[in-house]
């Protein structure tokens, strides 16, 4: 028996811990399907397997090599640690061999995933010095390497912004690579989801585009984790048809998952341990057992206080031996720190770790034995991704998610049918959005001359006709040229979040060291002037933040606390460019202002987490200019009415849970993802003098989601009472309006107010048109 | 905020939801048609016109060339002379004409979509003058045409030479080139930037072509054309057909190639006349600069230009770098003793590092004097506060030499 099963075993009969456990699921192990290599192999390849322990594969790994050899675009959805990244090795490598011109293309979502696969691809060239030659090609390439790159490098693996701004642009730099551009290997594409993904369909297109005029037409890869729609998605952003392969043919050990709601501390109040402190616990008892832990905060604060209480404790009990090594990690180590300590956890030496999500998605990191997560992440999906981060081929793991007081966890795990039985979110694209298809189409006819026929999509040519009226492109000859002094992708970024980080520089006795990084707006939220910052377990004092020039100085410190700072939100309206005066309600589409102020700090005791002071923090507000759409339920109209017909107290509850209503359901006719869209209700909001529900783009400048929204609302609000009605919570789930939240609850019934709401001002006419 | 592109967007978007998703046949959107016809103008007769009066021709439907000469006294003899052996620093002397080149683009990024448009050549046809050919394109479909009539001007049996052309004129024209599928056979380029730098960066506030024109050979532009506004007046031309927008833009072009022959004339001139560089140019060079330059081909007057400098205000007259490139060229030239004596000063007063191994391999090698050697070691890593493997190895093979073994 391992000292796992030892430690289960122990766990079960700790009444303790097993009176806290909500839902303790086994999930067999399976023996795996087999399927010997491939007799069409090149032999140095498989000689190559072998010897790296590899005599037949997974039939997950047989089929893919069967789709992809005959020429089929495919997805492969299956689990963490099944042997993905083969599937596509595989074929690739066997190209490379048999045929030196081959070229692919390897796009990771993130710069650490690509590293990750580099290391995973020189780990089986080298084996058996296959003489396939690797080339990792992002924003940290030095510019020394690049041009061996582009022209010897076989596979080059890379991410979408760098194909967007880099490659694409200059593709005569790349002829040789484009021209022999056989594969394109999409991994993690459900990451590519509403906003972001509809960006990627458009990068797709300029890609198939560029490639057909170097007379290459690649086959493509998809490799997802698991969403709804896995195929379909992957089918709209590559726009082919796709093959899929979602059966797992891997072998798996034995697997706990345990939904864990810490105990009541205050019965009245609905106070619970925090997550913070139990998952200490537990995981200390994992590793006191030498089990390979990983245990996943919700924020970068919380990883380094989980690894630092984590690390105390075992120096006390190990203070004649330290073998034990725990390590936190997070976005904002350098990528030195983070490649070592994916190494000491793949061989060995590092026994436990503590992330944020940056750890969810395909880093290798080994086999680990249990994974525990301090407060579950947002989406289920998301959880089953951490749960997958534990688990072997033929040993027993476990996998605990530890509730925290956050309603969308209390529920989670209150009803753990919900979490077990729920077929994880589908993933929208939108790539006809007008802002989004007409930045690509710059792009394109920069890369290109766009025929006026030319199919991109096919009703292309009206767009560039609108853009050669403000000078951008020229028309002549049935041909769109690029005609303006700008480099188009320079100004369009694939993502929300800008790459301009701050770097926190250490300043501690004249040093003047870089020790990480941080993006704009979790400078002013982590590193504002005197908070305290911890970096893989050393505290630092910050002594003054230059958001300007984008630099941080902090100095080294000892103190007894932590520092937490109060984030504010804040709405404007701007102005209005469309009123409409309904019967039924009022809506608006106009320009918002979205101010995030962080005004104040509280500081926080260690261990203890009791407060023990507060400091102002001056930084200006970060503000973000969009487009919205604002809901008026001025007491004239039927929504007024519907609204006032409960009491004035419960009013402000059902506009928020609207407010979640409307976010889950309308990504399907926005087409978009759930974060695409901002929320936000006031009860009585200054602008309309009435109750007022703001739905906004979660994109500066808009992306004409809000748009959208108005034409579709009606739809939209009868789609949201179906839900409702076909729902099968009882008070509300995060399906439908959301939890049930005790802290703010005054209905009996929240989803029955809300229910009764919607179906009130929906009787008489219909909405937004 | 209300954007008219936006709106306009939403409204095509809104027509092709209502035509049922139906392909666009282009022509069915509003304004469309009108745009053509506009288009279509521009390439016209009229444009021709006003371009003739700028002096072009139109050998064929694709291109509008210009020629004209300028009398540019001396230099161009003495560019012709250099094309003969022995030839000058800068330019071999094999007989193969110099092209001096420049392109004019629609952008100042090397993507794909940045097209040159105006392309130019001047080359000495008499010992006092120039003749200046240039390429203008009329409108993005006759690139082809263009480009091929660019690959007869800038052929492999010349020379050319630029300003920044390496990085960035000649590689605009590659991706051009090959975007259409034409061949170019791409000339030897001298990019004279590289030398300007060495010479003058020190003494320039940037190395702009303007900025050396003005400082080193003393030409002012009237009414010169900002190089960004370049781009803007192309796209006016392709828009209204109007030639005459384009008039400064050719004028500003031309100019830069008659600076570009003047420019070498000056380098050459500059390290031909050193150390006396008086009169050799407008502004004085930085003798580093000459001397790292000349060191290929005559180390001795290199050595001579950087012992006038270094002695000219006793030790560091010349600033460290100068000591350290003439300690350099001295071992070069077998003057062990007397680089020495530099390396020993840039040590001693200077801690420098480098020096000081310098001093150290001089001591240990051909003075064979060991302690002394190994004191210079010391000294090293106390001012540099650390030692690194090489310096360590170095002590300790010192340290057994001294001890009387006899193995390095």
Known sequence: ??????????????????????????????????????????????????????????????????????????????????????????????????????????????????????????????????????????????????????????????????????????????????????????????????????????????????????????????????????????????????????????????????????????????????????????????????????????????????????????????????????????????????????????????????????????????????????????????????????????????????????????????????????????????????????????????????????????????????????????????????????????????????????????????????????????????????????????????????????????????????????????????????????PDCITIIGDILVRTQVAKFKKIKFGTHENVGYGEISLPEEEMHTRCLAVSFPPETQAGRALGSLSPESQPVVIARLGSLLKNIAPMFLLCDSRDIGVAERIRDPHFGAPALYLYDNYPGGIGLAETLQRRLGDVLHAGLDLLDGCPCAEGCPSCIGPRDSRTEIDVDPKAAVRSVLALWLSTTEVGT | MSDPLYERLQRLKRTRQVRGEEPSTGTTAVGVTGGVEAVGKSSGDEADASLTRLGFRSPSSGIRERRVFRRIGADAQRIRRLCEPPGGYLVPGD????????????????????????????????????????????????????????????????????????????????SRFLQSGCVWDEPHQIDLLYSTRRLWSAVLSDCRLSTVEACVLGVERELDLPGSEVPERYFAFLDTGAGEVMREVIAHHEQDMVSLVRLLAAIEDVLDAAPDNANASVMPSDPIGVARMLAPYDVERAIGILRRRVDSSGPFGGGPAAMVMLAGLLKRRGKHSEAAEIWSVLFRYGCSELAGVELAKHLEHRERDFEAALAVCEGIIGVCGASTPSLDHRRARLLRKIAGSPSS
């Open chain 1, 1 to 582: 028996m391992s000292e796992l099963q030892r430690l289960l075993e122990e766990l079960e009969n700790d009444n303790e811990f097993i009176n806290n456990v909500t839902r303790w699921e086994r999930i067999p192990e399976s023996a795996g399907e087999f399927r010997p290599l491939p007799d069409d192999l090149s032999a140095e390849l498989a000689d190559a397997l072998r010897g790296r322990g590899i005599e037949r594969l997974y039939s997950h790994q047989a089929l893919a090599w069967d789709l992809v050899t005959r020429g089929r675009h495919t997805t492969i959805v299956t689990p963490t640690a099944s042997g993905k990244t083969l599937c596509y090795n595989l074929p690739v490598l066997h190209a490379c061999l048999n045929e030196p011109a081959t070229r692919a293309l390897y796009l990771f979502p993130t710069k650490a995933l690509s590293q990750d696969q580099q290391a995973e691809l020189n780990g089986s060239v080298d084996y058996g010095r296959l003489p396939v030659k690797i080339a990792t090609y992002d924003g940290d390439t030095p510019q020394s390497v690049r041009a061996a790159a582009r022209t010897t490098g076989q596979i080059i693996i890379s991410n979408p912004d760098m194909l967007h701004s880099g490659i694409l642009p200059n593709h005569p730099r790349w002829i040789t690579f484009l021209r022999n551009l056989r594969f394109v290997v999409i991994d993690e594409i459900h990451t590519y989801r509403g906003v972001f993904g509809s960006h990627m369909t458009n990068l797709m297109r300029r890609l198939k585009r560029i490639c057909r005029f170097y007379g290459a037409d690649p086959l493509f890869i998809c490799c997802s984790a698991t969403i709804g729609n896995p195929n379909e998605l992957a089918s709209r952003i590559v726009e082919e048809k796709m093959e899929l392969i979602d059966e797992n043919g891997a072998p798996r050990g034995e697997k706990h998952v345990i939904l864990y709601n810490p105990p009541l501390v205050d019965r009245v109040q609905g106070i619970r341990r925090g997550v913070v402190l139990e998952a200490r616990k537990l995981a200390l008892r994992f590793l006191r057992q030498r089990i390979k832990t990983i245990v996943f905060a919700r924020s970068r604060t919380r990883t380094e206080l989980i690894a630092s209480y984590i690390n105390k404790a075992l120096a006390n009990a190990y203070t004649e031996n330290d073998r034990l090594r725990v390590e936190s990690y997070r976005g904002g180590y350098l990528p030195g720190e983070r490649r070592e300590i994916e190494r000491g956890l793949r061989d060995g030496t590092i026994h436990g770790v503590v992330s944020t999500n940056a750890l969810e998605l395909g880093i290798d990191i080994g086999g680990l034995d249990a994974a525990i997560s301090a407060g579950l992440p947002g989406s289920v999906s998301s959880a089953w991704q951490q749960a997958g981060r534990a688990g072997r081929r033929n040993t027993v793991s476990v996998a605990i998610l530890i509730a925290s007081s956050h309603p969308l966890d209390q529920y989670m795990v209150n009803h753990p049918d919900y979490f077990f039985g729920r077929s994880p979110e589908d993933g929208f694209v939108d790539p006809e959005n007008t802002y989004i298809l007409t930045d690509h189409l710059k792009c394109a006819s920069f890369e290109l001359p766009v025929r006026e026929t030319e199919p991109f999509p096919d009703f292309a040519a009206d767009y560039l006709h609108a853009l050669e009226e403000t000078g951008v492109v020229r028309f002549t000859r049935d041909t769109f040229y690029w005609s303006d002094r700008s480099y188009p992708a320079e100004n369009i970024s694939l993502r929300t979040a800008t790459n301009e980080n701050v770097v926190i520089v250490d300043a501690t006795g004249g040093r003047n060291e870089v020790i990480g990084e941080i993006d704009r707006s979790g400078a002013k939220e982590e590193i504002y002037e005197n908070a305290v910052y911890i970096h893989r377990g050393r505290q630092y004092f910050v002594k003054s933040l230059d958001i300007e020039n984008r630099r941080c100085y902090v100095e080294e410190t000892d103190v007894n606390y932590y520092t937490d700072a109060i984030v504010k939100r804040d709405i404007k309206v701007l102005y209005e460019d469309e009123r409409h005066t309904l």
């Open chain 2, 95 to 174: 007989g193969k004409p110099l092209l001096f080149f420049d392109a004019e683009t629609t952008g100042l990024s090397a993507g794909a979509g940045t097209v040159a448009f105006l392309v130019g050549a001047a080359r000495v046809i008499s010992d006092d003058t120039i003749e200046v050919v240039q390429l203008l394109l009329p409108d993005y479909p006759f690139e082809p045409e263009f480009l091929a009539r660019t690959a007869d001007l800038l052929t492999a049996d010349s020379r050319l030479v630029s300003y920044n052309g390496k990085s960035f004129d000649t590689h605009v024209l590659r």
